[in-house]
């Protein structure tokens, strides 16, 4: 048996704890976190899944933890890494499925961080973001974004006194881990969620709205927390409860 995690979780500033806050390497875990650099930009789940298990040498990982949106990425990671007969578990946190409106809410976000607050700048093009588009035309969505927030940027840098050359790489520069971030959330939308009969132990706050039992799990086991959302990952409370669900590591 190894003792082994697998935690996929987006880095980058945010007002949520991260995995790492449970510090389950103080347990004697070993911990491996999936999504480093070179980030994909696949808005596809299963595809973003083969990458990253491509990547990995040794056996299955003991179980894949995974925060908010990440959990479609770690279920399409959970089936690929089973071994026969063997389904890898899965534990979220405040897991839930990809949504449209999370995807519009950070591209309106990023526009707005990257021009110091016109996010107002992706209101001209109502199909840029719907609906059909992020569902039907990902990579569509995705290479119409990547222009729209390096064209967005690169105007800033003009206006500080950027050469078109300097301007675009800076731009190009600054926009890459944001748009990273973006593919991310559309490669939520985008799994087959597959039914690997691997078991979910959901540890959720109080009024999350993420089901209650995962599409594809063999079962799935709902455990509350009464946390704030932002504070559920460093909540010794979580922690403790993750960790008697982990059982302990090997050696």
């Known amino acids: 048996m190894t003792d082994v995690l697998l935690a996929v979780d987006f880095p980058g500033r945010r007002d949520e704890a991260r995995i790492a806050d449970l510090r389950l390497e103080e347990a004697g875990w070993k911990v491996e976190y999936a999504l480093t650099?070179?980030?994909?930009?696949?808005?596809?789940?299963?595809?973003?899944?083969?990458?990253?298990?491509?990547?990995?040498?040794?056996?299955?990982?003991?179980?894949v933890l995974a925060y908010c949106m990440a959990a479609p990425l770690a279920h399409e990671l959970a089936a690929l890494l089973s071994p026969p007969g063997a389904p890898v578990p899965l534990v979220l946190f405040d897991g839930?499925?990809?949504?449209?409106?999370?995807?519009?809410?950070?591209?309106?976000?990023?526009?707005?961080?990257?021009?110091?607050?016109?996010?107002?700048?992706?209101?001209?093009?109502?199909?840029?973001?719907?609906?059909?588009?992020?569902?039907?035309?990902?990579?569509?969505v995705m290479a119409a974004v990547e222009d729209r927030m390096n064209r967005l940027a690169a105007e800033v840098f003009r206006g500080d006194g950027f050469d078109e050359t300097e301007a675009w790489a800076a731009a190009t520069q600054v926009s890459g881990f944001y748009l990273?971030?973006?593919?991310?959330?559309?490669?939520?939308?985008?799994?087959?969620?597959?039914?690997?009969?691997?078991?979910?132990e959901h540890i959720r706050t109080p009024g999350h709205q993420g089901p209650r039992r995962w599409p594809g799990a063999g079962t799935t086991e709902n455990h509350l927390v009464d946390s704030g959302r932002n504070d559920l990952l460093r909540d010794p409370r979580t922690r403790e409860l993750a960790l008697t669900l982990l059982g302990p590591p090997t050696a």
């Open 180 to 200: 990273d971030w973006i593919a991310h959330l559309t490669a939520s939308l985008h799994t087959a969620r597959p039914a690997w009969g691997g078991r979910v």
């Open 96 to 140: 839930e499925p990809g949504r449209p409106e999370a995807v519009r809410d950070a591209a309106r976000t990023v526009a707005g961080q990257l021009t110091g607050g016109a996010a107002q700048a992706l209101d001209d093009d109502a199909d840029l973001l719907s609906d059909a588009a992020l569902t039907g035309r990902p990579e569509e």
């Open 37 to 63: 650099a070179p980030y994909s930009r696949v808005p596809d789940a299963g595809a973003q899944a083969a990458e990253l298990a491509a990547r990995r040498t040794g056996p299955a990982p003991r179980a």
